[in-house]
């Protein structure tokens, strides 16, 4: 419980200013505590009145709320919409007009592109994927680089009700293709190639040896925008170039209007098993959590510039690039490169140029520039900044000193959002008009979202102690089932411990004095590498996947730029290798991760031990060997060990 102490001493907090507070949505803690009593007291009509006023509805729904089969939750549900009508269409009256999109590429070339723009461009992509006689509930993989087509490519897809799955452009053909299987994909749409920081990313060849592996039949189509001259391979009849699908297409498209709970995306994303989850959103309630929590916790302005630093391969360039924005009518930027690209003065001038008033991005990220520069913000003026975000993991109170400090100019509020891949939009962060933010907590809960912190026996602990971190009560946005798995939804999220009653985070954390949550970390074998989960299992099996390689168990160590690090201790098939060979092996491994999954899991250390610690009933021992990564004396009761000899082996790096 270290983590515990060491974060309840901190005891800075910093309210709102005069003039923040003045010309916030949520002015207050008052207005604050109002919206949650009014969510307390009328759960159901503080959700309804949102729907209605946040959604424009085809046809309106008579009920708010079903559980009648719970916990498989239905929001809205005779209610008819499009969620790309939302995001795009409505717009069009006032703002045609408006930017809605700043897009810099990763050499520094800047292209906008207004309401009007992106709506004739996603009705023409529409019109190009229904020309493939792609349809209302088929699954489509996005694997594209950061750029505006990848979002014309989600919006076209909820426009005609296809669902798509964004597989992240750093992952391996191994992990698309499980993704492209697993979902029953009937198309891809890919780029020839993506360029970052400078390099070029293969991403069509990437497709290709992913559909050469078994088991992607399923696969009609791939679509491919030409981002570089670079060429592509080619397989005729099956692979069509973006611009030649959607010249002569009409730049008009009706929406296929859609029941609120179907499906608008599907989302893999790690568990503590080694089969990655597909998480189900909905499109309604999703969309209504992703639109009123921008609103809320980014306290939108019309004349805002928001950017939010995330790719679209995960939630957070989900809810806060392609949908809560665009349904707010906002003008966002969108990025292409990677931060320290040509400098890591990259995002400073990008603050300046484009003048942003509202900046998401992870600690990590954070973290990195701080060690690459903690003064170059300095050299440029942000003085348009207003308001600073962090998500995807803790923030230590130093990086968020230096982040209100150096880049903030002291007068930006900063909202550390808490929320996953499975709720679907923010759940516990501060509305910065109203809540005071203290370094390192994500404050409180958005109104409508009761959460609550419980021990084993679902009872809520005392202040300061560390606990579950549950949410009681089903809203808009979360979660509807793991794709094709109803049975590992209910157990994992709804457990039998709880007696199916709250949704399980899968984090512990504490609360302070004030009601303020700490998140703690993972209680699952789930690590948080740069604010992205990757399963241990996962890792462990894309190792044991490898000829050499009889036995694996991977654990994280702490990492001051990437929060965590992965440790893999390997048992191979043949002996322990020692020096060079050892050397040669590591790196052989560890680029065999990379292949396998992509270079996000790649592990830092890996040890070799003839066996690893195991109880006598065959248990690894993980805090074990949690504390030979760290490096630490070992404390732990290692007298049921099977083989004690193996400890010094494991210690010893490569
Ligand atoms: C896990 C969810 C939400 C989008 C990015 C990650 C951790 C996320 C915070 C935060 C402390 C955080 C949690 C959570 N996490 N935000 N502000 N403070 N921890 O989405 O990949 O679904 O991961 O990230 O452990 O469970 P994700």
């Given at each position: 419980?270290s983590t515990l102490e060491s974060i309840l001493k901190e005891t800075r907090s910093f309210?709102?200013?005069?003039?923040?507070?003045?010309?916030?949505?949520?002015?207050?803690?008052?207005?604050?505590?109002?919206?949650?009593?009014?969510?307390?007291?009328?759960?159901?009509?503080?959700?309804?009145?949102?729907?209605?006023?946040?959604?424009?509805?085809?046809?309106?729904?008579?009920?708010?709320?079903?559980?009648?089969?719970?916990?498989?939750?239905?929001?809205?549900?005779?209610?008819?919409?499009?969620?790309?009508?939302?995001?795009?269409?409505?717009?069009?009256?006032?703002?045609?007009?408006?930017?809605?999109?700043?897009?810099?590429?990763d050499?520094?070339?800047?292209?906008?592109?207004?309401?009007?723009?992106?709506?004739?461009?996603?009705?023409?992509?529409?019109?190009?994927?229904?020309?493939?006689?792609?349809?209302?509930?088929?699954?489509?993989?996005?694997?594209?680089?950061m750029?505006?087509?990848?979002?014309?490519?989600?919006?076209?897809?909820?426009?005609?009700?296809?669902?798509?799955?964004?597989?992240f452009g750093g992952?391996?053909?191994?992990?698309?293709?499980?993704?492209?299987?697993?979902?029953?994909?009937?198309?891809?749409?890919?780029?020839?190639?993506?360029?970052r920081g400078g390099?070029?990313?293969?991403?069509?060849?990437?497709?290709?040896?992913?559909?050469?592996?078994?088991?992607?039949?399923?696969?009609?189509?791939?679509?491919?925008?030409?981002?570089?001259?670079?060429?592509?391979?080619?397989?005729?009849?099956?692979?069509?170039?973006?611009?030649?699908?959607?010249?002569?297409?009409?730049?008009?498209?009706?929406?296929?209007?859609?029941?609120?709970?179907?499906?608008?995306?599907?989302?893999?994303?790690s568990?503590?098993?080694?089969?990655?989850?597909?998480?189900?959103?909905?499109?309604?309630?999703?969309?209504?959590?992703?639109?009123?929590?921008?609103?809320?916790v980014f306290?939108?302005?019309?004349?805002?510039?928001f950017w939010c630093t995330a790719d679209?391969g995960w939630i957070t360039g989900?809810?806060y690039v392609?949908?809560?924005?665009?349904?707010?009518?906002?003008?966002?930027v969108?990025f292409e490169g990677v931060p320290t690209y040509p400098d890591a003065s990259r995002f400073w001038s990008m603050i300046e140029?484009?003048?942003v008033?509202t900046f998401y991005t992870a600690p990590t990220a954070i973290r990195s520039l701080i060690k690459l520069g903690a003064d170059l913000p300095k050299q440029y003026?942000l003085?348009?900044l207003?308001l600073l975000g962090t998500v995807g993991e803790p923030i230590n109170p130093e990086a968020w000193m230096w982040y209100y400090e150096v880049v903030g100019g002291g007068r930006c509020p900063i909202v550390d959002t808490w929320w996953q891949t499975?709720?679907?939009?923010a759940?516990i962060a501060p509305?910065p008009?109203?809540?005071?933010t203290k370094p390192g907590s994500c404050t409180?809960?958005?109104?409508?979202?009761?959460?609550?912190?419980?021990?084993?026996?679902?009872?809520?602990?005392?202040?300061?102690?560390?606990?579950?971190?549950?949410?009681?009560?089903?809203?808009?946005?979360?979660?509807?089932?793991?794709?094709?798995?109803?049975?590992?939804?209910?157990?994992?999220?709804?457990?039998?411990?709880?007696?199916?009653?709250?949704?399980?985070?899968?984090d512990s954390a504490?609360?302070?004095?004030?009601?303020y949550f700490w998140i703690m970390g993972r209680?699952?074998?789930v690590l948080n590498v740069s604010g992205h989960r990757l399963?241990t299992?996962?890792i462990?099996?894309?190792?044991?996947?490898?000829?050499?390689?009889?036995?694996?168990?991977v654990v994280g160590k702490p990492h001051d730029v990437k929060g965590e690090a992965v440790v893999?201790?390997?048992?191979?098939?043949?002996?322990?290798?020692?020096?060079?060979?050892?050397?040669?092996?590591?790196?052989?491994?560890k680029?065999?991760?990379a292949?396998?999954?992509g270079k996000i899991a790649q592990p830092d250390d890996?040890?070799?031990?003839?066996?690893?610690?195991?109880?006598?009933?065959?248990?690894?021992?993980?805090?074990?060997?949690r504390?030979?990564a760290k490096g630490e004396?070992?404390?732990?009761?290692?007298?049921?060990?099977?083989?004690?000899?193996?400890?010094?082996?494991?210690?010893?790096?490569?």
């Amino acid at each position: 419980m270290s983590t515990l102490e060491s974060i309840l001493k901190e005891t800075r907090s910093f309210p709102p200013s005069d003039e923040f507070r003045r010309k916030a949505t949520v002015s207050g803690m008052e207005a604050y505590n109002t919206l949650c009593e009014e969510a307390d007291d009328h759960y159901l009509s503080f959700w309804g009145d949102l729907a209605r006023e946040m959604i424009s509805w085809k046809k309106p729904f008579s009920r708010v709320f079903d559980d009648s089969n719970a916990p498989f939750f239905k929001w809205f549900d005779d209610g008819v919409l499009n969620v790309s009508h939302n995001c795009i269409d409505r717009h069009l009256p006032l703002n045609a007009n408006k930017i809605a999109l700043i897009f810099e590429a990763d050499g520094g070339e800047v292209t906008r592109l207004t309401y009007a723009e992106l709506y004739h461009r996603v009705c023409q992509f529409a019109n190009g994927l229904k020309s493939l006689g792609i349809q209302k509930g088929d699954r489509v993989v996005i694997y594209m680089p950061m750029v505006v087509e990848a979002i014309v490519a989600m919006q076209a897809c909820a426009r005609i009700g296809a669902i798509h799955s964004v597989v992240f452009g750093g992952f391996s053909a191994g992990a698309v293709r499980d993704r492209i299987q697993d979902a029953g994909a009937v198309a891809v749409i890919t780029a020839n190639e993506g360029l970052r920081g400078g390099k070029t990313v293969p991403l069509k060849a990437t497709v290709d040896e992913a559909l050469a592996l078994e088991g992607c039949d399923s696969v009609k189509n791939v679509i491919v925008y030409q981002r570089t001259n670079g060429g592509a391979h080619w397989v005729e009849g099956r692979d069509i170039w973006w611009h030649k699908l959607t010249e002569g297409q009409s730049e008009h498209c009706e929406p296929e209007w859609m029941n609120a709970e179907d499906p608008l995306f599907i989302l893999y994303t790690s568990g503590s098993t080694g089969k990655p989850k597909g998480i189900q959103h909905s499109s309604a309630g999703y969309l209504l959590g992703a639109a009123n929590s921008f609103r809320w916790v980014f306290d939108y302005k019309p004349n805002d510039v928001f950017w939010c630093t995330a790719d679209v391969g995960w939630i957070t360039g989900h809810s806060y690039v392609c949908y809560g924005p665009l349904a707010n009518g906002a003008t966002q930027v969108i990025f292409e490169g990677v931060p320290t690209y040509p400098d890591a003065s990259r995002f400073w001038s990008m603050i300046e140029k484009h003048k942003v008033t509202t900046f998401y991005t992870a600690p990590t990220a954070i973290r990195s520039l701080i060690k690459l520069g903690a003064d170059l913000p300095k050299q440029y003026d942000l003085s348009s900044l207003r308001l600073l975000g962090t998500v995807g993991e803790p923030i230590n109170p130093e990086a968020w000193m230096w982040y209100y400090e150096v880049v903030g100019g002291g007068r930006c509020p900063i909202v550390d959002t808490w929320w996953q891949t499975e709720t679907g939009s923010a759940m516990i962060a501060p509305l910065p008009g109203a809540v005071a933010t203290k370094p390192g907590s994500c404050t409180l809960p958005l109104p409508g979202v009761i959460a609550d912190i419980v021990d084993e026996s679902g009872a809520p602990v005392e202040p300061g102690r560390g606990g579950f971190l549950v949410i009681k009560k089903p809203f808009p946005s979360l979660v509807r089932t793991i794709w094709g798995d109803a049975d590992r939804f209910k157990k994992t999220y709804f457990p039998e411990e709880f007696n199916g009653q709250y949704y399980l985070a899968g984090d512990s954390a504490n609360r302070d004095e004030n009601g303020y949550f700490w998140i703690m970390g993972r209680i699952d074998d789930v690590l948080n590498v740069s604010g992205h989960r990757l399963g241990t299992m996962e890792i462990e099996s894309a190792l044991v996947a490898n000829p050499l390689v009889a036995e694996a168990a991977v654990v994280g160590k702490p990492h001051d730029v990437k929060g965590e690090a992965v440790v893999a201790f390997v048992v191979l098939k043949g002996n322990r290798p020692e020096g060079d060979d050892a050397k040669k092996i590591a790196t052989e491994l560890k680029n065999w991760v990379a292949h396998e999954i992509g270079k996000i899991a790649q592990p830092d250390d890996i040890r070799f031990g003839e066996n690893l610690p195991k109880t006598r009933s065959g248990k690894i021992m993980r805090r074990l060997l949690r504390s030979i990564a760290k490096g630490e004396e070992i404390s732990q009761d290692v007298s049921t060990l099977e083989n004690p000899h193996i400890l010094s082996q494991l210690q010893q790096g490569v």
